[in-house]
């Protein structure tokens, strides 16, 4: 019994071992890949800064890679840099800037983005209050995005913005 739980131990061991050279090695090739610019990896490179997925959590690291991938046009990328600004995460909090991100990404049909970029016209956060432009977003975004979409932005958007009233 003891020897199985011996051999069991050590086979784990070796296991977790292998895993941590293949992410080693993942994570080396993913940064070559986003310092040769490309979008997709800068934006997997920044979440996992953000989150500490693999990395040492750093949310200044997180914003720079965020920045290349969003620049390059990556809607993802624009939506979490707006969300980043917005929160003052990683970066000095910034209202206009967050709702220029936010809007780049909405143009491109992010559901989370055209949400985030209503309550900001809403709320005249960053941008001059505009119920209209508002209410268009966040209609966008419940379209977009289907149920799942509209049962969040219905817990976060005030009523006057669901119904069409003004």
Known sequence: MRKAICFGLIFAFLLSIGAMRGSATDLS????RAGKG???AQYNLSEMFRKGDGVPKNTA????????AAEQGAGDAQSALGKIYR???GVPKNDAEAAKWFRKAAEQDVVEAQTNLGLM??????VPRDYT???EMVQKGRG???RKSGTRTRHHVP???RCGAG
Request: hydrophobic share 30%.
């Open 29 to 32: 090739e993913l940064i070559k």
């Open 38 to 40: 490309e979008a997709e």
């Open 61 to 68: 690291d997180a914003a720079q890679w965020y920045r290349r």
């Open 87 to 89: 929160d003052g995460e």
């Open 121 to 126: 016209n809403a709320n005249g956060q960053g």
């Open 133 to 135: 432009e508002a209410r």
């Open 144 to 146: 977009a995005g289907g």
């Open 159 to 161: 009523q006057r913005l």
